[in-house]
T-cell receptor, first 112, second 116 residues
Framework: DAKTTQPNSMESNEEEPVHLPCNHSTISGTDYIHWYRQLPSQGPEYVIHGLTSNVNNRMASLAIAEDRKSSTLILHRATLRDAAVYYCILRDAGGSQGNLIFGKGTKLSVKP | NAGVTQTPKFRVLKTGQSMTLLCAQDMNHEYMYWYRQDPGMGLRLIHYSVGEGTTAKGEVPDGYNVSRLKKQNFLLGLESAAPSQTSVYFC???????????????FGPGTRLTVL
């Protein structure tokens, strides 16, 4: 699986938008971009994923660069509950093993 | 619908003791995984299973064994615990291995294991 690069930590104020960047310059054409997050003392949970087009769901938006070498997870209005470690992970559409390869992620702190 | 559950939530072992961690899922998923997470690190794959009766090694399999006798259960065993196995263990399951939406992985709450 291709590697991703994320900042170690970011800070945000409550109710402000947050943009979490991820670089994946060696992404292949069949790699999906997945985001998971891990709240304190919990298991990771799925946030969003995409292939080429920008994606929106109830939790977040995913903006994918035209060359797909980078992406940004957007939380439109951060809440205290969004404080977590966010992982950007590449998944091969034809993968046979299926496990997620986690980096260290970005630790997001949200200030009231 | 409980999702993925793990038993126990906490455990303290002495070096050399054995134990089994149980993972159960009620989503009829084919794929199940065991990860470990050390402080400040991302999760690393220990073993995985692509279906009932099958298991395979992941990135860090040494010192662990697994079994998948029933589709809904995936057991992780430590035959002779070592302090290096002190970690938080997460189980996950998914419908398929691909990168598409159907492959979303669902994680359990974790088991915090300390080996003295």
């Amino acid at each position: 699986d291709a590697k991703t690069t994320q900042p170690n930590s970011m800070e945000s104020n409550e109710e402000e938008p947050v943009h979490l960047p991820c670089n994946h310059s060696t992404i292949s054409g069949t790699d999906y971009i997945h985001w998971y997050r891990q709240l304190p003392s919990q298991g990771p949970e799925y946030v969003i994923h995409g292939l080429t087009s920008n994606v929106n769901n109830r939790m977040a938006s995913l903006a994918i660069a035209e060359d797909r070498k980078s992406s940004t997870l957007i939380l439109h209005r951060a809440t205290l509950r969004d404080a977590a470690v966010y992982y950007c992970i590449l998944r091969d559409a034809g993968g046979s093993q299926g496990n997620l390869i986690f980096g260290k992620g970005t630790k997001l702190s949200v200030k009231p | 619908n409980a999702g993925v559950t793990q038993t126990p939530k906490f455990r303290v072992l002495k070096t050399g003791q054995s134990m089994t961690l149980l993972c159960a899922q009620d989503m009829n998923h084919e794929y199940m995984y065991w990860y470990r997470q050390d402080p400040g690190m991302g999760l690393r794959l220990i073993h995985y299973s692509v279906g009932e009766g099958t298991t395979a090694k992941g990135e860090v399999p040494d010192g662990y064994n697994v079994s998948r006798l029933k589709k809904q259960n995936f057991l992780l065993g430590l035959e002779s615990a070592a302090p290096s196995q002190t970690s938080v263990y997460f189980c996950a399951s998914s419908y398929s291995p691909s990168g598409s939406k159907a492959d979303t992985q669902y994680f359990g709450p974790g088991t915090r294991l300390t080996v003295l």
